[in-house]
């Protein structure tokens, strides 16, 4: 095994601890996943109260953005009929204005209204793919599915239209969001030295008792991938990874994963098996580490480098084997 890639931000930051610190943990379960949090805390703290604080930034995010709850925002807008508007809470607008813009800037390969064909592939809230019965769609089936994230309106005030039919789905940007909030939640608490992460998620502030960073280790998209590890500092820094070993169906033998491309609407197929993306906000990492996904290795690292998005693209080869590339501004955090 080749010796890691360590990445490491330019700036650290280390806010002073206070006397008798220690590292204090907290676990749970949110968004069909799990969620831990590591704090840097003093000898006396109120655990009970911050783990109530924690699960109570999640489940705001749960009923404003999850579509598997039929009470929530999304839910209730997606079930609007053409031309109504919706008021959406501040959070909800935020991370719209996040995926609008990622959309725009990756010509749609991030395209937060493709709701209804992640559907009909089993990836979304109706017809699993994992579930007895389950049939691959039909070019057809899903050509009538309304996708187009430049026919949403979101105003000034946070309205956002509904043109007709569309069903906004936000699980390659929520979860990122979530990682922010509670980020800001522990910083509001005076924990300003922490690591949070959710479902792979991550961010990090701040160092451990000690100096030390939060380190952490990129897991490889595969048992049979020998590329160099990479070891990452995550001091105001975020990772996101997207890939295709979790979750895809099987058609004829040959894998689709469950990364979706908007623009053709069907599972991508040009091998890319994983994008890790580095950014100070993890809902910034996690939209872009999907819209890369969604490109493919040539397009993603044109794109990322376009954007000065620090990425770190690898893909299965031809013959078995494995290759890999990173963006400039990814060289630039390598030491």
């Known amino acids: 095994m080749r010796p890691p890639r360590v990445l490491v931000p330019r700036n650290i930051a280390a806010p002073s601890a206070p006397k008798g610190a220690r590292i204090v943990s907290f676990d749970g379960a949110t968004m069909a996943t799990t969620w831990s949090v590591k704090a840097v805390g003093p000898s006396v703290l109120d655990s009970a109260k911050l783990q109530q604080g924690i699960e109570n930034v999640l489940e705001r995010v749960v009923a404003q953005m999850s579509p598997w709850v039929p009470a929530s925002d999304i839910s209730r807008f997606n079930r609007l009929q053409a031309g109504e508007w919706q008021a959406l809470p501040a959070e909800f607008a935020t991370v719209m204005r996040c995926a609008l813009d990622v959309a725009g800037r990756s010509d749609g390969a991030f395209d937060p209204t493709a709701g209804r064909v992640v559907n009909a592939w089993g990836f979304g809230t109706q017809g699993r793919f994992d579930a007895p019965g389950f049939t691959i769609p039909s070019a057809a089936e899903i050509g009538h599915h309304p996708v187009g994230w430049n026919r949403l309106q979101l105003d000034a005030q946070g309205r956002l239209l509904q043109p007709g039919g569309f069903a906004l789905n936000l699980s390659a940007i929520a979860k ?160």
């Open 176 to 335: 990122g969001f979530a990682v922010d909030a509670v980020s800001d939640y522990l910083r509001e608490c005076g924990l300003a030295s922490h690591l949070v992460e959710i479902g792979g998620e991550l961010r990090g502030s701040g160092v451990k008792p000690g100096l030390q960073p939060w380190w952490i280790d990129v897991e490889p998209p595969d048992q049979d991938c020998l590329l160099p590890p990479t070891r990452i500092a995550l001091n105001a820094l975020s990772v996101a990874t997207s890939g295709d070993y979790r979750r895809f169906v099987s058609v004829n033998g040959k894998r689709l994963p469950h990364t979706i491309d908007p623009r053709t609407r069907r599972p991508v197929e040009h091998g890319l098996a994983s994008v890790t993306v580095l950014h100070e906000s993890c809902m910034w990492a996690d939209a872009w580490s999907t819209a890369l996904m969604v490109m493919g290795p040539e397009a993603g690292l044109e794109c990322a480098d376009r954007e000065g998005i620090a990425a770190l693209l690898r893909w299965r080869t031809s013959g078995g084997a494995w290759s890999e590339v990173a963006s400039r501004s990814l060289q630039g955090l390598e030491s």
